[in-house]
């Protein structure tokens, strides 16, 4: 079983920046070959953010986020992160980490909460 973690949520301004990372521990490196980033806000369906693969050479995006969030790994570490720039008040939600071996995300982390003030 693998066992996500987030962390690096926090209150920010609108157009700041914030990175959130996502440590996993216990599995093997198939329940993490692909990690992704989710989020909800209040009253609103879960959105997808950004996924990638193991090697990190494929990456995708959803549209709201596009050219604005990256999202990288470390696989040494057992660690992705997503880097938040451009920050808009629509960014605030809770952000969950999820992996798997294939994009149907097998493991979800608890969540870290970002909200953007205006």
């Known amino acids: 079983q693998v066992q996500l973690v987030e962390s690096g949520g926090g209150l920010v301004q609108a157009g700041g920046s914030l990175r959130l990372s996502c440590a996993a521990s216990g599995g093997t490196s198939a329940g993490i070959y692909y990690m992704a980033w989710f989020r909800q806000a209040p009253g609103k369906e879960r959105e997808f953010v950004a996924s990638?693969?193991?090697?990190?050479?494929?990456?995708g995006y959803g549209d709201s986020v596009k050219d604005r969030f990256t999202i990288s790994r470390e696989n040494r570490r057992k660690t992705v992160y997503l880097q938040m720039r451009e920050l808009k008040v629509e960014d605030t939600a809770r952000y969950y980490c999820?992996?798997?071996?294939?994009?149907?995300?097998?493991?979800w982390g608890q969540g870290t909460q970002v909200t953007v003030s205006s």
């Open positions: 999820a992996s798997g071996p294939s994009v149907t995300w097998t493991y």
């Open positions: 990638i693969n193991w090697d990190g050479d494929r990456t």
